[in-house]
């Protein structure tokens, strides 16, 4: 049942936009060394600086739609594919 319960929050995870989740992952990196202040200061910039409309607004219109999400992948670094 635990396994069963963890694959389903991966795939509630991986169905969401990979910047989104590339984010909460840096989020949750920083705040690990960081104070609650300054990683509210860091949140707002790099949500500022780096979330995509087109990919908020897909968000929303898919929800209400009950549809899955059609997001744009992570762009390549090198010869590599930016983890998520």
């Known amino acids: 049942a ?12 991986a169905s ?4 989104t989740v590339y984010g909460c ?5 920083y705040a690990r060394d960081h104070s609650t202040a300054d990683t ?5 910039v790099w949500n500022m600086s780096m979330l995509n409309k087109s990919e ?3 968000a929303v219109v898919s929800k ?3 549809r899955a999400g ?4 992570l762009p390549a670094i090198g ?5 998520v």
């Not at 635990?2 to 995870?13: K, S």
């Not at 992952?25 to 990196?29: D, G, N, V, W």
């Not at 059609?70 to 992948?73: E, G, H, I, T």
């Not at 010869?79 to 983890?83: H, L, T």
């Open 25 to 29: 992952k840096k989020m949750i990196t």
């Open 2 to 13: 635990l396994l069963a319960g963890v694959m389903e929050v991966a795939r509630e995870i």
């Open 70 to 73: 059609n997001f744009a992948d």
């Open 79 to 83: 010869d590599k594919v930016q983890a």
């Open 64 to 66: 209400s739609e009950k």
């Open 16 to 19: 969401k936009s990979p910047l």
């Open 56 to 58: 908020a607004l897909e």
């Open 40 to 44: 509210l200061d860091y949140a707002v």
